[in-house]
């Protein structure tokens, strides 16, 4: 894959993590947990995407 696509990727997990924590933060305020966990799950979930995408981008580049 490109470098430039693969760090672009990185940024748009790093971007949604932000995104669904501070939106999971917020509707907890709001709402409860119980209304809003499932902001959390995409949280855990795009935190472990992006640092997964990370490695496999610094696997390829020190192969290169």
Same mark, same amino acid.
């Given at each position: +894959?490109?470098?430039? =696509? #693969? $760090?672009v990727a990185e =940024? !748009?997990? *790093? *971007? !949604?993590? *932000? $995104? #669904?924590l501070i939106t999971g933060i917020f509707e907890t305020y709001k709402k409860g =947990? #119980? +209304?809003s966990y499932p902001f959390f799950i995409i949280t855990f979930i795009a935190a472990f995407m992006f640092i997964? /995408? /990370?490695t496999m981008r610094k696997k390829q580049s020190t192969k290169q």
């Open positions: +894959m490109n470098k430039k =696509i #693969a $760090f =940024i !748009i997990w *790093l *971007l !949604i993590t *932000l $995104f #669904a =947990i #119980a +209304m997964f /995408r /990370r």
